[in-house]
């Protein structure tokens, strides 16, 4: 069985592949050494993806804070200063 990650013709045997019920083969289309790779690869840049998204929800909402209560910051901001 060829593995469609790596391409390598490697026996169709538990040794190589992980057997997948959800597959029609029944074994799942990346040999063991590739499907431990990816997952090893994938674990930081899944977390810094999550970060990125917090990180932008964040942002969209203390925009939304801002604008909503635009005024009240307009005039904080005016009045930084003025007890001096
Ligand atoms: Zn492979």
């Not at 674990?43 to 801002?66: H, T």
């Amino acid at each position: 069985m060829i593995c469609t990650k790596c391409g390598r013709d490697k026996p169709e045997t538990e040794k190589y592949f992980y057997r997948d019920k959800r597959e029609k083969s029944g074994w799942k289309f990346w040999c063991r050494l590739c499907s431990k790779n990816n997952t090893k690869k994938n674990n930081p840049a899944k977390s810094n993806r999550e970060k990125e998204a917090r990180y932008k929800r964040a942002k969209r909402i203390m925009r939304r804070l801002y604008l909503m209560h635009r005024e009240i910051f307009n005039e904080i901001i005016e009045h930084i200063g003025d007890e001096e």
